[in-house]
């Protein structure tokens, strides 16, 4: 039986969707892995694509992942996990891209079948190629994806508290309420709720914004600054993160107090599972940016959402110091206790 949503409010592509749709999760990190948790505790039909053989196998014969979430047992038997990126593509109804942004576009190289009839999903937190794009702008731009076919899944939602089956708050986003909603239901129960949106381009923007200050957030962590100063400067952030999104993408219907905003900000600059606000105090200590990379041994996000986010910027010209701030530290070789403090007659 076919879902009829589509047949109500006028699809661009005029495609259905099924009842008991086949995910496609692409990615092999924490947020891939809890995304897969999540999606086979709701007893959903699963196919799984990483590029590790390795944890692949250790997968397929320990039932939890070596590398992401280790702790978290994994129902391999309830699922497909290959190295086959097109086997995943050509098998699933609903694709959910959970790649670093730095990663998607070389994983997308390796798509060679058609996948313009699926239901995409991102939940990348960053921008791709070198015109700053996210996901959906690029799936809709270079490869006119209708927005019917376009999700976007963000936060407030630490993989590891996903894991743990502690009590989260996810969104779903698309330009269609309708799609939102449909989406929506696949992924709640209860240890996770759902939340339906319409402003793709707020959450993308905001889920890669929250990066970028939670660097900041982590510099001074680092650098010995209290409660009463990390207070101000994330709602410094967060008022720049606002303007930011408002300026670059008007659109009166927006909420930006619902969590996907200020929740996963709160989150990400506060949170110790946080790899980029662990990113940033390695910063605030001392660390040279390359050590602090190596260091972490994880993708921090904010470190491309931080360029990408000054050369879109360059157009808008919007107001931004606690973004210049943490540019100056990653890309101009400015001291991060410098900046930090030269960033405090900035804030209010």
Request: hydrophobic share 40%; net charge negative.
């Amino acid at each position: 039986m076919k879902n009829t949503v589509y047949e109500k409010i006028g699809w661009e592509s005029g495609l259905e969707m099924k009842d008991d749709p086949v995910f496609g999760v692409i990615g092999g990190g924490s947020w891939a892995t809890a995304l897969v948790k999540l999606l086979t505790d709701n007893g959903r039909q699963l196919n799984w694509y990483m590029r590790d053989t390795a944890a692949i196998e250790h997968i397929e014969r320990y039932h939890h992942h070596s590398k992401y979430l280790t702790s978290v047992e994994l129902d391999a038997d309830s699922f497909t996990i290959t190295n086959d990126i097109n086997y995943v593509v050509s098998e699933s109804d609903i694709l959910v891209f959970a790649v670093p942004s730095a990663y998607f576009l070389s994983e997308m190289s390796k798509v060679t079948v058609p996948y313009e009839d699926r239901l995409l999903i991102s939940a990348v937190k960053g921008f791709v190629g070198d015109r700053y794009l996210t996901v959906a702008e690029y799936f809709h731009i270079d490869h006119h994806i209708p927005f019917d076919r376009i999700g976007v899944i963000s936060g407030p939602c630490h993989a590891e508290e996903v894991g743990m089956e502690r009590l989260s708050y996810l969104t779903l986003s698309s330009k269609h309420l309708e799609v939102a909603e449909y989406l929506c239901g696949f992924f709640r129960n209860y240890y996770v709720k759902t939340i339906a949106c319409t402003d793709i381009y707020g959450v993308e923007f905001a889920a890669a914004l929250k990066n970028v200050y939670a660097i900041a957030a982590g510099i001074c962590y680092g650098a010995g600054y209290g409660d009463n100063f990390m207070a101000v400067l994330i709602a410094s952030s967060f008022r720049e993160m606002k303007e930011f999104i408002n300026v670059t993408n008007p659109d009166i219907r927006r909420n930006t107090s619902m969590s996907a905003y200020l929740g996963d900000l709160l989150v990400t600059c506060n949170s110790p599972f946080s790899r980029n606000r662990s990113f940033g105090s390695m910063l605030g200590k001392g660390y040279p940016v390359r050590t602090a990379m190596l260091e972490l041994s994880q993708v921090a996000e904010g470190y491309y959402a931080t360029k990408a986010i000054h050369e879109i910027n360059r157009k808008f010209n919007v107001n931004m110091p606690i973004a210049d701030a943490v540019h100056s530290v990653l890309y101009e070789g400015c001291s991060a206790v410098e900046a930090m403090r030269e960033l405090q007659e900035s804030l209010m």
